[in-house]
């Protein structure tokens, strides 16, 4: 198995994007989260080979559009994703992908639309796998009290995407 890899800078630091021979994007991740994002591809994949291949889907014009807020409701459209996660984050990165930009729910809110209303911690941790940040917007997912609670790039991060949404 080839998995293509594209480093790059954006301006929340440098991010890391992984796509499938085919061009599916399996994985975005800020780079200084490695030791995550390999064990996330690992867990999946079990072993690939790495390839270098720059700007898969134009990844790179997607994220300026998004950051400089000039077509950011759209920049995502058409883009091809290959998750592979279990059934139930499926189900919960379906519903994440649903949270419209510039809006958040609430962990326990994310449990009810994915039809687990007591399953908080799992739906919790199926966000915390979740392979593609910022595509599948797992930022948009807050405390109930309204805090950021954990976010894998870390909640600066979080809260820099939130304010960019008009979200906070």
């Not at 021979?21 to 690939?48: V, Y």
């Not at 300026?64 to 998750?83: I, K, M, Q, S, W």
């Not at 950021?148 to 008009?166: D, N, P, S």
Request: hydrophobic residues 40%.
């Amino acid at each position: 198995m080839k998995l293509c890899f594209d480093t790059f800078a954006s301006p929340l630091g440098d991010m890391t994007v992984a796509a499938m021979e085919s061009g599916a994007i399996c994985l975005l991740d800020f780079h200084d989260c490695r030791d995550r994002s390999e064990a996330l591809l690992k867990r999946r994949f079990e072993s690939f080979d790495r390839v270098e291949r720059e700007n898969p889907q134009d990844i790179r014009g997607r994220l300026a559009n998004y950051f400089t807020d000039g077509t950011a409701r759209t920049a995502f459209d058409g883009l091809r994703l290959d998750t592979d996660g279990t059934p139930f984050q499926n189900a919960v990165w379906k519903v994440l992908g649903e949270i419209p930009y510039g809006e958040t729910i609430s962990y326990s809110e994310l449990a009810r639309r994915v039809s687990s209303p007591r399953a908080v911690r799992a739906v919790g941790s199926a966000n915390g796998q979740n392979p593609i940040s910022i595509v599948i917007p797992c930022h948009r997912v807050i405390a109930k009290n309204g805090t950021l609670a954990g976010y894998a790039g870390g909640t600066v991060r979080k809260q820099k995407l939130l304010a960019l949404e008009g979200a906070l």
